[in-house]
């Protein structure tokens, strides 16, 4: 499965999330999801809404999924903080 379409099928399940896939194989991939849904919710609660965003996919065409989930004001310190180390 190409990366754009797990990508269009996160960002469906979000209100305004900002969403970034990769995958060198098509079958394992890494996301980047930044939402304000994950407002007040520990690591598990983030994952299972991206989870859920991807339905029966998860194990069978994706068949692993690394998730950073993060709050706008997360994704906001992080960035800053590696543009003052550079």
């Given at each position: 499965m190409d990366p754009l379409e797990v990508t269009r099928l996160i960002e469906?399940?979000?209100?305004?999330?900002?969403?970034?896939?990769?995958?060198?194989?098509?079958?394992?991939?890494?996301?980047?999801?930044?939402?304000?849904?994950?407002?007040?919710?520990?690591p598990l609660a983030r994952h299972q809404l991206v989870y859920k965003?991807?339905?029966s996919l998860v194990g069978n065409e994706i068949h692993a999924l690394s998730i950073t989930a993060l709050t706008p004001a997360e994704w906001q310190a992080r960035t800053s903080?590696?543009?003052?180390?550079?």
């Amino acid at each position: 499965m190409d990366p754009l379409e797990v990508t269009r099928l996160i960002e469906a399940g979000f209100e305004a999330a900002t969403v970034n896939v990769e995958s060198d194989d098509n079958t394992h991939y890494g996301a980047l999801v930044v939402a304000t849904e994950f407002e007040g919710k520990r690591p598990l609660a983030r994952h299972q809404l991206v989870y859920k965003c991807l339905g029966s996919l998860v194990g069978n065409e994706i068949h692993a999924l690394s998730i950073t989930a993060l709050t706008p004001a997360e994704w906001q310190a992080r960035t800053s903080g590696e543009a003052d180390r550079g």
